[in-house]
Nanobody, 128 residues
Framework: QEQLVESGGGSVQTGGFLRLSCAGFGIDTKSNHMAWFRQAPGKGREGVAAISNDFGPYEYYADSVKGRFAISRDSDKNLVYLHMHILKPEDSAMYYC????????????????????WGQGTEVTVSS
């Protein structure tokens, strides 16, 4: 059974760092397009970062996290990471890992509708 499991969330102060991990079970994170999304209470699900499974690979970031967050994969361990630097209170949310076996449509790499598999989420809280 295909499953994604996130870990690494927690509570940090403004300016802090967290690294989220996403483990694939029955899902090869190297052969899938992988992404991180987040959802704060009362808000919609927002695409944060994505990494392609093809040449490059190519990385995509939401404007709100460019220069602070980085997505990477460890193919040997079947893991995808989200490195979050200089965290702000507005980064507080539940963070979800997602996988897409098929290449997302052009300019749609951060759209939830492009992804087929989802984890249960890990919570991040940034205090001021």
């Amino acid at each position: 059974q295909e499953q994604l499991v996130e870990s690494g969330g927690g509570s940090v102060q403004t300016g802090g760092f967290l690294r989220l991990s996403c483990a694939g079970f029955g899902i090869d994170t190297k052969s899938n397009h992988m992404a991180w999304f987040r959802q704060a209470p009362g808000k919609g699900r927002e695409g944060v970062a994505a990494i392609s499974n093809d040449f490059g690979p190519y990385e995509y970031y939401a404007d709100s996290v460019k220069g602070r967050f980085a997505i990477s994969r460890d193919s040997d361990k079947n893991l995808v990471y989200l490195h979050m630097h200089i965290l702000k209170p507005e980064d507080s949310a539940m963070y979800y890992c997602a996988a897409a076996p098929r290449r997302p449509r052009f300019l749609e790499a951060l759209k939830p509708s492009e992804y087929n598999y989802w984890g249960q989420g890990t919570e991040v809280t940034v205090s001021s």
